[in-house]
């Protein structure tokens, strides 16, 4: 079962490339600056592609993060850089504008876009056409049920999952950290990484992040899929990717290699990892909870 499903790990320094290797990874994660809408430490292209033969010499591939909805007066530019990047050796961009999968389609190079809509991407029929269209993979969003997600699994071939860490749950064009900080008389808080969220009827806080192009808010919780990941790879799922934004690096690397040991069948790795990070807020979080109507 393990060598069915790839492993992709996002990777924010990249002196973790072996250690990332090591714990499991066929696939690392680099966000592009000016390209996401993330929280992760974004490296510049010339940057990605510096990193390109090391990767490749740990026997991973390397995908490039552009997940932004890009203005028009930017689409052409992050088009041809997508080309640039995929031309350099990178393997894989991950995109969710549009604009980015039918430039790749024209260039011929589709098969090469893994396409992530990150909470859109909710039923079979749309997962079904662009995947016929002919990307590399459709991320299906991780805020479903486990009995919504096996059911596109089930329907459409090769479907990517978000099974670790912080979720995003938010996104906002609209510079909400900043125009609150203008209003309290603060410091900027855009690019800080230590700003938390709580609702006024909630205890939980919920990690918020903005850079020049968005306000994010992700999960107070980091998922924890090890309980589910057999039964997504017997129903279809053939990639699995671990977010490492805000959590510590040992246990990104930990959560990878457990990961592995799930797949291939020692389910008590699992117990130990919950223990070893007991205090830190896992949960299964939706996937016990129907939330698509």
């Known amino acids: 079962m393990k060598d069915m ?5 996002t990777c924010e320094d990249s002196r973790l490339i072996g250690a990332l290797r090591k714990a499991g990874a066929d696939e690392v994660i680099l966000a592009l600056e000016n390209g996401c809408f993330s929280a992760l430490k974004p ?5 990605i592609i510096a990193l390109v033969s090391a990767v490749h010499l740990e026997g991973m591939t390397l995908s490039v993060l552009m997940n932004r909805l890009f203005p028009q007066d930017e689409i052409a530019s992050f088009q041809n850089q997508m080309i640039w990047l995929l031309n350099e050796g990178a393997d894989h961009i991950i995109a969710a504008d549009p604009g980015l999968l039918y430039h790749a389609q024209a260039k011929g190079v589709l098969d090469r ?3 992530d809509p990150e909470t859109l991407m909710t039923n079979s029929r749309d997962a079904l056409f662009y995947s016929q269209l002919g990307v590399s993979s459709v991320m299906i969003s991780q805020l479903l049920c486990e009995e919504e997600i096996l059911a596109i699994a089930r329907n459409v071939p090769g479907c990517s999952l978000c099974v670790f860490g912080h979720q995003l749950m938010s996104v906002s064009g609209r510079p909400l950290l900043e125009a609150y900080a203008l209003r309290k008389g603060t410091d900027s808080l855009r ?3 230590n700003l938390l969220l709580k609702e006024e009827k909630r205890e939980e806080k919920m990690p918020a992040y903005e850079n020049d192009y968005a306000a994010m808010i992700y999960s107070d919780y980091i998922q924890d899929s090890f309980d589910q990941l057999a039964s997504f790879a017997e129903n279809g799922i053939s990639r699995i990717v671990l977010q ?6 040992e246990m990104l690397l930990d959560a990878a290699a457990t990961s592995q040991k799930v797949l291939a069948g020692d389910l008590n790795s699992k117990e130990a990892f919950r223990k070893k990070y007991s205090a830190m807020p896992l949960s299964d979080g939706y996937y ?3 939330t698509i109507k």
């Not at 490296?43 to 940057?47: G, L, S, V």
């Not at 490492?244 to 690096?249: A, M, N, R, S, T």
């Open 288 to 290: 016990g909870i129907k």
């Open 5 to 9: 499903v790839k492993t992709a790990v």
């Open 113 to 115: 876009v893994i396409f």
């Open 244 to 249: 490492g934004v805000f959590l510590p690096e």
């Open 191 to 193: 690019g800080r990484k």
């Open 43 to 47: 490296f510049a292209a010339d940057e």
